[in-house]
């Protein structure tokens, strides 16, 4: 166990510890936990709203255009961290990052809660924006709580893991009976009211953050200062206009061609940007072979994760559609399947986690590659679960539960192999020189797959079920395919990873 840090005006006084960690991690955690619950129990109700008829309180759009939405509204969420990122490192600090972006995300969730058609949208704007100044930078705020030679560090964040969990478990339960019970607006007030608990429990304990994040990294010049403050009131002048301009008809778009317009761009912008890094960042040659694993590790990320973000698109519909959710009298609510994952996450952790530690022990330490091939092809058997429940759909019942169950205690287990190796391959394979830009590039994967997921549930069109069960069976065979060539691909760059370490 490590020793306690005292307060070095202080010799004889201990400072408030939580669970033997920094005292601001407990900060962190109830702030990270409740914007999780509003972040994941608005995210589970996106495509069923959307997708519901008029008359039972939806907005009656199509599962296509639907779908579409969420992949960009998802993939909005994850690239917004870059600029979000940049503007507490230069220009807000940390905390005053965090705590704007819970003020907008609050404000994002109001507007939901609002029964308008017309302002549906700029509310989930305002939750891309507020998300993206707080996600990435409340991370950030963890890992300054230790030094860099505390040993607490990991312990640290498996704890604030935890947090998450818990959130979006509680977001899951009381969102989806909130909608069951009483509507979709009132599901969406929740998420407000979540946000401002953690709002609250923010402001009145920020000060065991012990200054933490309370000032810019690298704070910009004075005119830095002022270019970044008018580039930001540009964007927000283009985006209000925007948001205008289709509010009142005057601005039409079609979401699957601007989502497909979306994933291409982001796709330049991740290929270009990794290409510059590796021709023009003056790398040797162990440095290249290097950024050349990490490359396979982007690919299975980008594939995995437009997989796994069917949970909240094609598999929540299958949930609402073709899932026989009663219990005795009880009927289970649609987003309560969705918890699973967040269960099964919480459960199998420390399970995944002593797995590693025990192959260890046996001198079997697996690549990276190897261990993002594994995660990737045991989440596409949860789509071949998913093949037999959607024949059964396809010939008019409605299958029992335990499908979804299967499919979600793979994704999961796929997950916990390949999410945290993923964000370790990182930090290990990056050029130390340039570990920051390649961790904002390697987020651009959570973007493209989480559009890409978009796309692909457009295909699972209600009208024509009996297309349902090939289209997770080429899911999971694509997925597979992948998988098995960066499996093989490892044998070379297995060498590669090595390199990392002299």
Not at 173 to 192: D, I, N
Not at 332 to 340: C, E, K, N
Request: with cysteine.
């Amino acid at each position: 166990m490590s020793e306690p840090i005292l307060d070095a005006s202080s010799p004889q006084q201990k400072p408030k510890e939580f669970f033997g960690h920094p005292a601001g991690l407990k900060t962190l955690f109830l702030t990270e936990m409740w914007e999780r619950m509003s972040y994941y129990g608005m995210r589970m109700l996106l495509v069923l709203y959307m997708t519901a008829a008029l008359q039972e309180g939806g907005l009656g759009i199509t599962v296509a255009a639907a779908t579409a939405i969420y992949g960009l509204y998802t993939g909005a969420v994850y690239f917004m961290g870059l600029p979000g990122g940049w503007l507490a490192d230069r220009l807000l600090g940390g905390q005053k990052a965090v705590l704007l972006g819970a003020w907008i995300i609050m404000a994002g969730h109001i507007v939901l809660a609002i029964p308008s058609d017309h302002t549906f949208f700029m509310g989930l704007v305002l939750v891309v924006l507020g998300t993206g100044l707080l996600k990435p930078n409340i991370g950030a705020l963890v890992g300054m709580l230790y030094s860099a030679k505390d040993r607490r560090r990991d312990a640290g964040y498996t704890l604030y893991y935890m947090g998450i969990n818990i959130g979006s478990v509680i977001g899951y339960m009381v969102c989806g009976w909130l909608q069951v019970e009483y509507g979709y607006h009132y599901a969406f007030g929740a998420a407000a009211v979540g946000m401002g608990l953690g709002i609250f429990q923010f402001i009145k304990t920020s000060t065991i953050l012990d200054g933490a994040g309370a000032v810019p990294l690298e704070p910009l010049s004075a005119k830095g200062r002022k270019m970044a403050y008018t580039s930001i009131v540009a964007f927000l002048g283009l985006l209000v206009a925007t948001m205008v301009a289709l509010m009142t008809g005057a601005l039409t778009i079609d979401p699957v061609a601007l989502a497909q317009n979306v994933v291409t761009i982001i796709t330049i912008v991740f290929l270009s940007y990794f290409g510059f890094i590796f021709f023009t960042g003056n790398l040797n040659g162990n440095e290249k072979r290097s950024l050349g694993a990490l490359f396979l590790v982007c690919i299975a990320s980008i594939c995995f994760w437009a997989g796994f973000e069917q949970a909240g698109s094609s598999l929540n519909l299958f949930a609402r559609d073709y899932t026989d959710r009663m219990v005795g009298t009880f009927e289970i609510p649609t987003g309560w399947m969705q918890s699973l994952n967040s269960l099964f996450i919480i459960t199998l952790s420390p399970f995944v986690a002593a797995l590693w530690i025990n192959l260890a022990k046996r001198m079997i330490t697996p690549s990276y590659g190897v261990k993002c091939a594994l995660g990737l092809i045991i989440m596409a058997t949860g789509f071949i679960v998913m093949f037999f429940a959607a024949q059964l759909a396809a010939s008019g019942l409605k299958v029992a539960p335990y499908w979804l169950v299967a499919t979600y205690f793979l994704h999961t287990v796929g997950e916990l192999c390949l999410s945290p190796v993923a964000l370790s391959a990182v930090s290990k394979l990056s050029p130390k020189r340039f570990a920051g830009q390649m961790m904002g590039v390697f987020v651009l994967t959570y973007s493209i797959g989480s559009v890409v997921a978009g796309l692909l549930a457009g295909n699972f069109d209600p009208e024509k079920v009996a297309e349902m069960p090939n289209l997770y069976l080429q899911i999971s065979l694509f997925s597979i395919a992948i998988g098995i060539v960066i499996f093989l691909l490892t044998f070379k760059t297995n060498k590669w990873e090595k390199l990392a370490e002299k």
